[in-house]
């Protein structure tokens, strides 16, 4: 916990100083911009993830050309004197080192607890190669394939949560309920089925799965993973046809149709339908409704 916590008390420390330099320093005088921008910069490094994986040149450019910007637009314009200007970009920019620190040691703890609660999911065939070859194999030989994407119902997630881990802070909720559903899926899949996460959900691939079985799988999946965390599962599936013949396809189409459908509102209701892409009718869901929705 020592390079999240040292992060943060350098943080706490650093912006401490920042506010009180011209208490401590008669001549230096920060504008209100800066004033705004640093901890406006702080907490977008702290609220968005991705920013601390980006360049830090990058980043540190961008921030510095934002802060110029507007220190010209809204400040003093160009009547301030360079010692000053350069000053308040190198607060900037310690202040976004800082902030990236602490972001990239909550984002590590937070794989770590994925990784731990993962087990031997993680062995797994997870490679997108491995899915490649497989969407080759079944175009080439003519054999049928299903590709399936799978994301926990972010509604679901808190209650599922207030039952497995009612310590866990809310910036975690999703980490670890996908650390779940992921064992759930190594148990219930067999070894041939290929498994990735992707982003925010999973794509599972059911080679020599017709669309008449499918909705079989997915609904047994859904039930597992209902009964054993509580969480409600949003489910997309593409197959393989004349028209759809490329993983980035399959991938597409079956996230699109996650996406559009309607979780049930309550617990687990199967409602089996085979995605027919190739423009065949879509069967019926067992409440007497012909249109896409979850399986």
Do not use: C
């Not at 997870?126 to 299903?146: D, F, K, N």
């Not at 080679?207 to 047994?220: C, D, I």
């Not at 197959?239 to 309607?262: G, I, P």
């Amino acid at each position: 916990m020592k390079r999240i916590r040292l992060p943060v008390a350098f943080l706490i420390i650093w912006l401490f100083l920042f506010y009180n330099v011209e208490r401590l320093s008669k001549p230096i005088n920060i504008s209100q911009v800066a004033y705004t921008f640093l901890p406006t910069a702080a907490a977008l490094m702290l609220l968005y993830p991705p920013l601390h994986k980006a360049n830090v040149w990058l980043v540190s450019g961008a921030a510095t050309a934002a802060f110029l910007v507007l220190e010209a637009w809204f400040g003093n314009g160009l009547d301030v004197p360079l010692p000053l200007v350069v000053t308040q970009v190198a607060a900037i920019l310690v202040t976004l080192l800082l902030a990236r620190r602490v972001s990239a040691g909550v984002t590590e703890f937070e794989h770590a607890v994925v990784n731990m609660t993962l087990g031997h999911f993680a062995e797994r065939r997870t490679r997108q190669g491995e899915i490649y070859r497989e969407v080759q194999r079944a175009r080439v030989y003519h054999r049928p394939l299903m590709l399936v994407a799978l994301r926990a119902d972010d509604a679901s997630i808190r209650v599922a949560l207030d039952r497995m881990v009612q310590e866990a802070q809310q910036s975690m909720m999703r980490q670890y309920v996908l650390a779940g559903v992921s064992k759930v899926l190594s148990d219930e899949l067999d070894d041939y089925n290929i498994v990735a996460k992707r982003r925010d959900h999973f794509l599972v691939v059911l080679p020599e799965m017709t669309p008449e079985k499918a909705p079989l799988v997915v609904s047994r999946l859904k039930k597992s993973v209902s009964e054993r965390l509580g969480v409600t599962l949003k489910v997309g599936m593409a197959s393989l046809t004349k028209e759809v013949t490329t993983f980035e396809s399959l991938v597409q189409r079956a996230v699109t149709d996650m996406e559009a459908v309607e979780p049930a509102a309550a617990g687990w209701a199967p409602r089996p339908v085979a995605l027919a892409f190739d423009g065949a009718a879509v069967p019926e869901s067992p409440n007497g409704h012909g249109d896409r929705q979850s399986a």
